[in-house]
């Protein structure tokens, strides 16, 4: 088999295209195929630098770990980062060309990628035996069809078999499916060959009556039925979830915890970006980890991370609004432990200059680390290894403004100030053995009794969770009938369903 291909498609965005993409290249690739993951245009402010120097979305660089490949730029050639709710700035090929508002880019420009994207995915289909592309929201959504480039925009053009994954914990599954296939052109209804549930509870058994219906009423069938799993959402587009392990909770305060616990208190930046970098740290038992939005649940925290965001002059008034930047100095002042990455990093320094992302000019940081900050118009994307802590690290970087370090001890491409620690790279707490050793002065700052365990590989339970995403596709999945449509493409004679029918 070369260049077979399938898109999976979603009802709604989050209905889990991500990870069933993910598990159908772990799935394929522990077969012995060679799989790539692919998707045209991915709107998210979770990205990741790959080798080469080009930036994607972390979705598609996790799925193609799912695959075993190393991920490049063709896998996502176009990304959207959200500045606002009307405009984002567009990755092309791995690097920034421009901000756009939301009808600009569907206005006209959107149509101009059409080509380069489709150039990406036939590129990948002459190399690999097959590839998996991850549609975006909905298929359905008929005010974007005619200038679609990522889902049957793609499909049609490439010829590929589509199946539609719903989220049935979400309730009106049936609805979903139904409506998406019938808002659909005949067209494009001739390549949808399918369905999958996703995230169902309970026993299968009352499912199937309402299946047997919606092959009746569309024609088409369901691939399978994959139960809800705790803890899979791993690198999603956007949203905060439950991690590796540990939990992630949102804006409530910790329960009184044994001196044997560290409380990490996440602040809920706007915009946040690449606020995957706690997975490691949820990853550790012993580590609960919580996203806030007040000062009083930075009370009990033993370690307050101020995470990237894609707007660093606007995370910072919102940080003084909340009370929560006088609640950092404070903690600052007492010694307790305070991290900042990237955007947070740069918040936490003495001045920003921005005439690029939010031209606020000169704006006062929170002074608690010496740097000063200026924003230039080029970004800034670079896989960095170095040592910290006596640890090496690796990282990623991915950002437009340049720290001039003026003191402090040096920390990565930061610095550190007493118990307050300042870096540009993501994805450092991701080396085990610098993890440990900073939770470990964590501990000591914070005066807890916390000893990190000294097994606790992050790269070890990545692939574990990989594992369980292809596992749900192999137990709970039609594979035969699934590899079938990667290599044949859509069945013939699928039946149109007119909207409104029956």
């Known amino acids: 088999m ?76 176009v990304l959207l980062k959200p500045g606002s709710d009307r405009s984002s700035q567009v990755v092309l090929m791995g690097r920034p060309v421009g901000e756009m508002s ?55 053009a490439a010829k590929l078999p589509v199946v539609v994954v719903g989220d049935i914990d979400r309730g009106g599954v049936f609805a979903q499916f139904f409506g ?20 169902f509870r309970g026993d299968v058994t009352l499912l199937e009556p309402g299946l047997d219906m919606l092959h009746g009423l569309t024609g088409r069938r369901t691939f399978g039925v994959l139960p809800y799993a ?33 409380r990490v208190a996440v602040c809920a930046v ?44 606007r995370a910072l008034a919102w940080l003084r609004e909340r009370g929560l930047a006088d609640a950092l100095v404070r903690r600052a002042a007492e010694g307790r432990p305070v991290l900042g990455v990237c955007g947070g990093f740069q918040a936490l320094g003495e001045r920003i200059e921005d005439e690029v992302e939010s031209r606020a ?43 001039e370090v003026l003191g402090g001890e040096p920390f990565l491409d930061g610095c550190r100030v007493g118990s307050v620690w300042g870096t540009h790279w993501h994805g450092s707490l991701e080396s085990d053995g610098f993890r440990r050793a900073f939770l470990r002065e964590v501990a000591a700052a914070a005066g807890r009794r916390f000893v990190p365990a000294p097994d606790t590989s992050f790269g070890a339970l990545r692939e574990e969770q990989l594992d369980r995403l292809g596992d749900l596709i192999e137990e709970h999945a039609d594979t035969d009938a699934l590899l079938r449509l990667i290599e044949e493409g859509a069945p013939a004679g699928l039946p149109f369903v007119p909207p409104g029918a029956p």
Request: charged share 25%; aromatic share 4%; proline share 5%.
């Open 2 to 77: 070369r260049g077979g291909g399938l898109l999976v498609a979603g009802t709604t965005s989050d209905a889990g295209k991500s990870v069933v993409t993910a598990g159908i290249c772990r799935w394929l690739v522990r077969r012995g195929i060679k799989v790539a993951p692919f998707k045209g245009q991915n709107m998210s402010l979770n990205s990741f630098v790959t080798r080469e120097g080009a930036e994607i979305g972390r979705a598609q660089a996790m799925q193609a770990q799912a695959a075993r490949v190393e991920p490049t730029a063709l896998m996502n050639p």
């Open 230 to 262: 705790h803890g899979l959402g791993i690198d999603e587009e956007d949203g905060l979830r439950v991690s590796l392990r540990g939990t992630v909770r949102e804006s409530a305060v910790a329960p009184p915890l044994g001196e044997d616990v560290l």
């Open 180 to 199: 998406t296939t019938a808002l659909l052109s005949p067209e494009d209804q001739s390549l949808v060959a399918g369905y999958l549930v996703n995230k």
């Open 102 to 156: 939301a009808r600009g880019y569907h206005g006209g420009r959107q149509k101009t990628l059409f080509e380069p994207v489709m150039a990406c995915l036939e590129e990948l289909r002459s190399t690999y035996d097959a590839v998996i592309c991850e549609g975006a929201g909905s298929p359905a959504e008929i005010n974007l069809r005619r200038t679609d480039i990522v889902n049957m925009g793609i499909a049609r």
């Open 361 to 403: 000019g000169v704006v006062d940081g929170l002074g608690l680390l010496p740097v000063r900050v200026r924003f230039g118009v080029e970004k800034t994307l670079a896989r960095p290894v170095g040592e910290a802590l006596g640890e090496r690290v690796e990282g990623y970087e991915i950002h437009h403004g340049v720290a």
């Open 270 to 313: 706007p915009l946040m970006s690449n606020f995957t970098d706690v997975d490691a740290l949820a990853a550790e038992p012993g580590v609960v980890v919580r996203f806030v939005d007040r000062p009083e649940e930075l009370v009990d925290a033993d370690l307050v991370v101020v995470p990237g965001t894609r707007g660093t002059v």
